[in-house]
Structure formats: C-alpha cells, structure tokens
C-alpha cells in the first residue's frame, strides 16, 4: 500500500530564505506526482505537475524534483515571501485511473 | 475560465439527518473524485468518476455514503444517516482525463452536532 510522508510537519523561515520541502513515498512505481497548496480554510491550489518519467519541473520561483527509484520528491522555494505562508501537499498517482494518495503536509511559515 | 465549483460552502446538520454536498467540474473534464480531508487525518479518497465508466467506489468508508454523476457533469455527494465522525471537509476535483492534472474545488465544510 503505498504511504506518502512529508517531512517537516512544520518549517519557519525569514523572508528571502531559499528552501526544500521533502516528500518520500513507499511504491516508486507511480504515475506522476503532484505539489499542492493550502491555504487556512481553502480548498488546493496546483502547484506543479511531474510525470515519472519527468525529473524536474519549475514554475516562476518554484522547482520540483523527483527521483522515482529512490522514492523522493523534493520542492524548491526560491526567496521565500510571507505570502508563500501555507500548507504544501504532496500527492502520488500510482496509475492513471487512480485517485491522488497525499502526505499530511508541511506547514511554512515566511516571516517579515 | 470557471474552477470547479462546490455547494454549500458550509453544512451544519444534525446527527442522523442525511446531506447532499454538490460538486460542478470544470467543464470537459472527464475524471471527477471526491476526497474527505480531517482534522488530523490527511486527504482520504472517497470515490472516483471517469466519463461513463463504473465508479470505483473503493475509498468509500460506510454504505452511509454514496455518490452519483449526472450527465458526466455535476456530482452529488450524499450522506446518509450523519453522524459526527463524518464532520470534515469534502473536497472534490476534476481532471481532463484519468491520468491528467487534477483541479480541486474550494470544498464543503460538513458539521455534524
């Protein structure tokens, strides 16, 4: 059964530091693998999209990496903002007619 | 273009009334799921819609719940007999086709007194 873990549960960081999100998963055999972000009450915002046969994607200040054999997918925030304060979710799609399996999520905090 | 939609927003019921939560995809998107998001648990699956194909149903966790897709558009999500360990947040997304991108609605915030 597959198991998705993010580590840390929480991260605190002054504003205009760079940093990784880590997301391990037990079955490397996956379909693409999905970063999202939520906001306090809010429904998930996409962030980015890696399909296994992909190592990277980047969007603006975000890059996210994904190295299927070992079982890992790492974010990158570049100059982080107080705005980029949330809960950021990763998610493993196992085949292509399956649902999404999410981690419990690391909650960052960018302080001013 | 329009996100995926849901309603209500929020639902107060009592304990043993049943509900009704909506869910409006994106329009064109073909696979449709419904997740359940708790305090301390995480997103779970609860069931997953693909154009006119059986749903899997797997992520359901009682015969309390069931689902339905009218049209291969809207979905209603409907819970019967409430009980309090059902008060969540139900998510629901969209994607264009089974493997693709999924698109999360705002969600329904479901208290069960």
């Known amino acids: 059964k597959q198991e998705v873990t993010q580590i840390p549960a929480a991260l605190s960081v002054p504003e205009g530091e760079n940093l990784v999100l880590n997301c391990s998963f037990t079955d490397s055999a996956i379909y693409n693998l999905q970063w999202f972000r939520q906001d306090p009450g809010k429904g998930l915002t996409s962030l980015l999209l890696i399909q296994s046969s992909q190592r990277e994607q980047t969007s603006g200040r975000l890059n996210a990496s994904l190295d299927k054999s070992s079982g890992r997918s790492t974010l990158y925030i570049a100059a982080s903002q107080p705005g980029d304060s949330a809960t950021y979710l990763c998610a493993v799609k196992g085949q292509a007619g399956t649902a999404l399996i999410f981690g419990k999520g690391t909650t960052l905090s960018v302080s001013s | 273009g329009a996100g995926v939609s849901q309603s209500p927003s929020n639902k107060v019921t009592e304990k043993g009334k049943d509900v009704e939560l909506r869910c409006d995809p994106i329009?064109?998107?073909?696979?449709l799921y419904w997740y359940r998001q708790s305090l301390g648990q995480g997103l779970e699956f609860l069931i997953y819609?693909?154009?006119?194909?059986?749903?899997?149903k797997s992520g359901l966790p009682s015969d309390r719940f069931s689902a339905e897709r009218t049209g291969g558009s809207v979905s209603t999500l409907t819970i019967q007999r409430t009980q309090q360990e059902d008060s969540a947040v139900y998510l629901c997304?969209?994607?264009?086709?089974?493997?693709?991108?999924?698109?999360f609605g705002p969600g329904t915030r479901l208290t069960v007194t």
């Open positions: 819609f693909q154009g006119n194909s059986a749903p899997d």
């Open positions: 329009s064109g998107h073909t696979a």
């Open positions: 997304a969209s994607s264009a086709d089974r493997g693709g991108e999924q698109y």
